[in-house]
């Protein structure tokens, strides 16, 4: 998916350890979200951002944090991982409000 | 909270047929996406409804919004192997700050 970049592909945690996702884009899209997905539940919003030095929370937000202190990065950080954390996380962008167009290939994320 | 639901869950068909699978809600929706989404990548947006009863086509693909605005269905002739993935629909919440999305409709078409 050229325009949406996000690190890392995979990574294991072990309950407790904190990290970090980003999410670059080149588009110069001023929306951006972070969903998890986990299986039959499709895809869920934990947080979203409609602009640089904006964040709000989505559909999930317990246990995340998210900043966007640039125009092109989202980061979205586990303070302490859970079990319960693991799944498949996707950034998104768009141009258009609460339509996100483009996405990024996942990370996949398993905490033990 | 506006639910979506979607069915079949799974659906396995050879090559060549058709198929028709939907997306249901009791609330009543401004617009409705459709994704698809093929292993280890994200989702792809295929089109957007926004008026009743309105019909989309995408190649192979129709789109339709019911005429209520509460379901949406796509429609394949023809499907081809290529058309193998997750298929979801998504729509804009009460507050309209965000999409929900369904469960999503997992397709495989077989040679």
């Known amino acids: 998916n050229a325009g949406v970049t996000q690190t890392p592909k995979f990574r294991v945690l072990k309950t407790g350890q904190s990290m970090t996702l980003l999410c670059a884009q080149d588009?110069?899209?001023?929306?951006m979200y972070w969903y998890r997905q986990d299986p039959g539940m499709g895809l869920r919003l934990i947080h979203y951002s409609v602009g640089e030095g904006t964040t709000a929370k989505g559909e999930v937000p317990d246990g995340y944090n998210v900043s966007r202190l640039k125009k092109q990065n989202f980061l979205l950080g586990l303070e302490s991982a859970a079990p319960s954390q693991t799944s498949v996380y996707f950034c998104?962008?768009?141009?258009?409000?609460?339509?996100?167009?483009?996405f990024g290939d996942g990370t996949r994320l398993s905490i033990l | 909270t506006q639910l979506l639901e979607q069915s079949p869950q799974f659906l396995s068909i050879q090559e060549g047929e058709n198929l028709t699978v939907y997306c249901n809600s009791s609330s009543v929706f401004s617009s409705l996406q459709w994704y698809r989404q093929e292993p280890g990548e994200g989702p792809v947006l295929l089109v957007t409804v926004v008026t009743g009863g309105e019909v989309k086509k995408l190649k192979r693909l129709t789109f339709q919004f019911g005429d209520a605005r509460k379901d949406s269905s796509l429609h394949i002739t023809a499907a081809q192997t290529g058309d193998t993935g997750l298929y979801l629909c998504a729509g804009p919440n009460n507050a309209g700050n965000m999409l929900t999305f369904g469960g999503g409709t997992r397709l495989m078409v077989k040679p």
């Open positions: 588009m110069n899209h001023e929306y």
């Open positions: 998104a962008t768009g141009s258009i409000r609460r339509q996100p167009q483009h």
